[in-house]
T-cell receptor, first 114, second 112 residues
Framework: SAVISQKPSRDICQRGTSLTIQCQVDSQVTMMFWYRQQPGQSLTLIATANQGSEATYESGFVIDKFPISRPNLTFSTLTVSNMSPEDSSIYLC???????????FGSGTRLTVV | KQEVTQIPAALSVPEGENLVLNCSFTDSAIYNLQWFRQDPGKGLTSLLLIQSSQREQTSGRLNASLDKSSGRSTLYIAASQPGDSATYLCAVMGGSNYKLTFGKGTLLTVNP
C-alpha cells in the first residue's frame, strides 16, 4: 500500500496566521483527499485534489479559507488561512489505493489555534 | 445521504475478552467498507477492507463481516490486549458519489 508522509505532525499557531500542511506519497496517485477531524467528531472531507486542476471543495469549505496545491502526482499541500480557535482540529490527507483496495491516510496534523 | 452509525460509542473490557464493534449504514448501495484504527491525536491505520461482494475478511485476531442488504458490519476482536486500546472507525464508500462516509467511532479501552 502507499506510504504517506505528512508534515507537520502538530503545531500551535496564533489566531489570524496561516499554516501549510504537506503530504508526500511514495507513488503516483490521481486523487488526494483532505479531511478535518474536529475534537470528538469523525472525519469530514474538505476537498479532493487532482493534479493539474483546481481542487473540488465540499459544502461548507471554500478555497479562500483552505487553499490546496497539487503540483504533481505525489505531493499536495493544504493551507489553513486566517486561523481562529475553531480551526483547531486534526487534518489528514488520504489517497485511494489502486484496484479498489481502500484508502490510506497520513499520520495527521494536530493543529491548535490560540 | 449516507449515514454511518457506530455502536457502542465507548467500550471498556478486561484483557483477554472477545468483543464486537458494530457499524450500520443507511444506503446499502456501497462499493466497500473499511475499518480503521486511530490512536489519540494520530492518523488512521487501515485494519480491514471488505468489498461489497464479500461477506467477511480476517486479519490475525480481527474479523470483519458485512451484510450489505441489512446495512450492517461488525468487527470482531479476539483475545483483546491493552495494545488494542484505540478508537475504531468504520467508513463506507458510497455507490452514488464515490466518497468515504465515516462513523463517529467506538473508543475501546482494554484494561490489563
Amino acid at each position: 500500500s502507499a506510504v504517506i508522509s505528512q508534515k507537520p505532525s502538530r503545531d500551535i499557531c496564533q489566531r489570524g496566521t496561516s499554516l501549510t500542511i504537506q503530504c508526500q506519497v511514495d507513488s503516483q496517485v490521481t486523487m488526494m483527499f483532505w479531511y478535518r477531524q474536529q475534537p470528538g467528531q469523525s472525519l469530514t472531507l474538505i476537498a479532493t485534489a487532482n493534479q493539474g486542476s483546481e481542487a473540488t471543495y465540499e459544502s461548507g469549505f471554500v478555497i479562500d479559507k483552505f487553499p490546496i496545491s497539487r503540483p504533481n502526482l505525489t505531493f499536495s499541500t493544504l493551507t489553513v488561512s486566517n486561523m481562529s480557535p475553531e480551526d483547531s482540529s486534526i487534518y489528514l490527507c488520504s489517497v485511494e489505493e489502486v484496484e479498489g483496495r481502500g484508502y490510506t491516510f497520513g499520520s495527521g496534523t494536530r493543529l491548535t489555534v490560540v | 445521504k449516507q449515514e454511518v452509525t457506530q455502536i457502542p460509542a465507548a467500550l471498556s473490557v478486561p484483557e483477554g475478552e472477545n468483543l464486537v464493534l458494530n457499524c450500520s449504514f443507511t444506503d446499502s448501495a456501497i462499493y466497500n467498507l473499511q475499518w480503521f484504527r486511530q490512536d489519540p491525536g494520530k492518523g488512521l491505520t487501515s485494519l480491514l477492507l471488505i468489498q461489497s461482494s464479500q461477506r467477511e475478511q480476517t486479519s490475525g485476531r480481527l474479523n470483519a463481516s458485512l451484510d450489505k442488504s441489512s446495512g450492517r458490519s461488525t468487527l470482531y476482536i479476539a483475545a483483546s490486549q491493552p495494545g488494542d486500546s484505540a478508537t475504531y472507525l468504520c467508513a463506507v464508500m458510497g455507490g452514488s458519489n464515490y466518497k468515504l462516509t465515516f462513523g463517529k467511532g467506538t473508543l475501546l479501552t482494554v484494561n490489563p
